[in-house]
């Protein structure tokens, strides 16, 4: 039995099918959910070098990540489960290490994520959080693969 479930979301739609599997499982299991969106500073790499003020950027990002956040809050609330929510803000960590970092404060008994499953070389370019996380994690990893 799960008695701490962590789901980290962003905006796409697997991370939202990663969120309604969380959010079975909590109701199921009667477990606590902490929803987790980190910010990912490495999206604005370039940005101060093009002559840009990269604050308003960041700025935007927490936003957004908070509106994920509290969206997910909505829809839990509307499951009755109640789910804390978490925004990180790292200057240099990747997101697949601040979520494991989460995991490991809040004492996770298992972490559920969508993953988009690319290969080959678009997998190598952008890197995945998804491998980091299952690679790295104390706990089980539940991947929700993406439609």
Same mark, same amino acid.
């Given at each position: 039995m799960y008695r701490k479930?962590?789901?980290p979301i962003d905006s796409s739609p697997t991370a939202a099918l990663g969120l309604r599997e969380a959010l079975r499982?909590?109701?199921d299991q009667n477990a606590a959910l902490r929803v987790v969106h980190v910010v990912d500073k490495m999206a604005?790499? $370039?940005?101060a070098e093009a002559g840009m003020n990269p604050r308003p950027v960041l700025a935007k990002l927490a936003r957004s990540g908070r509106a994920v956040l509290d969206a997910?809050?909505?829809s839990a609330k509307k499951l009755g489960v109640e789910a804390e929510t978490v925004?990180?803000?790292p200057l240099t960590k990747r997101v697949a290490d601040e979520v494991l970092s989460e995991a490991k404060k809040w004492r996770a008994?298992?972490?559920v994520m969508g993953?988009? $499953?690319r290969r080959g070389l678009r997998r190598l370019v952008l890197g995945s959080d998804a491998e980091q996380?299952?690679?790295l994690a104390n706990v089980p990893v539940l991947l929700v693969h993406g439609r």
């Open positions: 479930i962590l789901v499982l909590a109701k604005i790499i $370039g940005v997910a809050r909505r925004l990180r803000e008994d298992l972490i993953t988009h $499953g996380i299952v690679r």
